[in-house]
């Protein structure tokens, strides 16, 4: 099944908060599990980058892993960046408020002023049309010994694939989500794309790829010998 885009940003206000509202419980606690397993033993990152955070639901999961980090979140709309300013302004404390910072940015225009010693990312390659745009954004953050992890949703064989997805995983959801996941199902990548883009841009010597679920593949940075 060819891939269908959909816009890259998510503006749209109801749209934004039924994403917001949704039960991620289940698949991010699942993915973070995946990240912690991945992590070298003892890493402790004191700079972190979460692109396209959202309403921050994966970002306090971070925060709350590393708490005395500096972070970066990253999204290019108002709207998700409002809201993940509204989460984590109830976790984090006053005295820490200054190693958090907030930008409103595209990736691809993305430049840090220094490199990240994590950079982290879930479900947003598959919003982005130009995909080395992103893989862009994530080289130009990282440091010899950064750690990357990146997840995102697979696209299914066929159009009945993804509606049986939807209704196992997004059932409970709200009209709007259960639209929303199914335009993603569509518009995300297929492993065997992921693994040329890594190929592509050289990057598939630093970084492993693998399936986790039916519907999710992880990517993250090699164990140094
Ligand atoms: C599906 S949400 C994922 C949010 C969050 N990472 C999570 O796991 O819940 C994708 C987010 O990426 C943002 N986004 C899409 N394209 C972007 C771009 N080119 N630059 C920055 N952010 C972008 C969207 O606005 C949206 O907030």
């Known amino acids: 099944m060819v891939r269908i885009p959909e816009p890259e940003l998510m503006e749209d206000p109801t749209q934004v908060e039924s994403y917001d509202q949704a039960d991620f419980e289940s698949a991010h606690s699942f993915l973070i599990r995946k990240f912690q397993d991945r992590l070298p033993q003892r890493f402790v990152p004191e700079s972190i980058l979460d692109l396209g955070c959202g309403p921050g639901d994966m970002s306090s999961r971070l925060y709350s892993q590393f708490p005395n980090a500096n972070f970066t979140f990253l999204d290019g709309s108002e709207f998700m960046l409002d809201r ?50 992103f893989w862009g954004a994530v080289q130009r953050s990282i440091h010899n010994d950064s750690f990357i992890f990146i997840s995102d949703l697979i696209r299914p064989d066929s159009l009945t694939s993804a509606n049986q997805l939807m209704e196992r995983y997004a059932k409970e959801e709200s009209e709007i989500l259960k639209k929303d996941f199914y335009n993603s199902l569509l518009a995300a990548y297929r492993i065997e794309e992921v693994k040329e883009m890594l190929e592509i841009t050289r990057l598939d010597s630093k970084l492993n790829l693998e399936p986790v679920t039916d519907r999710h593949w992880i990517c993250y940075s090699k164990p140094r010998l």
């Open 84 to 133: 993940c300013k509204k989460r984590m302004g109830t976790l984090v404390s006053e005295k820490r408020k200054d190693k958090i910072d907030f930008k409103k940015e595209l990736v691809q225009g993305f430049v840090p002023e220094s490199p990240y010693d994590l950079v982290f990312s879930n479900s947003l390659l598959h919003h982005i049309h130009d995909p080395f745009e």
